[in-house]
């Protein structure tokens, strides 16, 4: 399986001439979806939901009910795309992939709460992409795609989900918050904290895992 880091919190997995593209938002250049099969959305946050990347490809969309929601107002073109999935559901994308989770991270109490729902792809590698969440998969993965850098994320959070899910190797996502320096300070974290036999990974847009 080939994982390509694109912008933001954007990840593209293609195998055997199946090519998923998760979360492309307003961080992700249009390129991201040229050829796509399918397209999987965790929320309805910009920086994940984009309907100018949705509409530069004629692929199918996986998304939650809000997501599908928003979209049937906004973008009924797109909406006619897209099928509703929600947690614990199983469907086939080309690739087997599995719904988890059902709500955002807590970014303050006094601010609701909007549901999330993180999947995981399974092909050569089994992959977990939990959006904007710290929800667990619920079996083993090859790659987490952990979120780095978020108002809702400290570096603690990030390297206990990392911790949690136990995957070799944990992809960095959702960068672009901090600076430089910040992903830095994350990274000397994870190489100090994660246990032998895993990874923390952050590429450049465009680069493959």
Not at 64 to 78: F, S
Not at 148 to 167: E, F, K, Q, T, Y
């Given at each position: ?58 692929a199918p969309i996986w998304t939650i009910p809000a997501v599908a929601e928003q979209l049937r107002a906004d973008a009924p073109d797109v909406a006619e795309r897209v099928t509703v999935v929600g947690p614990g559901e199983s469907f086939d994308a080309g ?115």
């Amino acid at each position: 399986m080939r994982i390509t880091k694109l912008g933001h919190a954007c990840v593209r997995l293609e195998q055997d001439g199946v090519a998923l593209v998760l979360d492309p938002g307003v961080f992700t250049d249009l390129g991201a979806v040229d050829g796509a099969t399918g397209v999987l959305v965790t929320h309805q946050h910009p920086d994940h939901l984009d309907v100018a990347n949705l509409r530069a490809t004629d692929a199918p969309i996986w998304t939650i009910p809000a997501v599908a929601e928003q979209l049937r107002a906004d973008a009924p073109d797109v909406a006619e795309r897209v099928t509703v999935v929600g947690p614990g559901e199983s469907f086939d994308a080309g690739l087997p992939v599995r719904a988890v989770g059902a709500l955002h991270a807590l970014i303050h109490p006094d601010l609701d709460r909007l549901t999330n729902c993180g999947y995981v792809v399974t092909g050569d590698l089994t992959v977990f992409h939990p959006g904007d969440a710290l929800t667990r998969p619920g079996g083993d993965v090859d790659v987490l795609c952990v979120p780095s850098s978020a108002p809702w994320l400290c570096s603690a959070d990030a390297i206990d989900l990392a911790r949690a899910v136990g995957a070799p190797r944990s992809l960095a996502i959702h960068d672009r918050v901090y600076s430089e320096a910040g992903h830095g300070f994350l990274a000397a974290q994870m190489e100090a904290l994660l246990p032998e036999g895993q990874e923390y990974v952050r590429l450049a847009d465009g680069a493959d895992l």
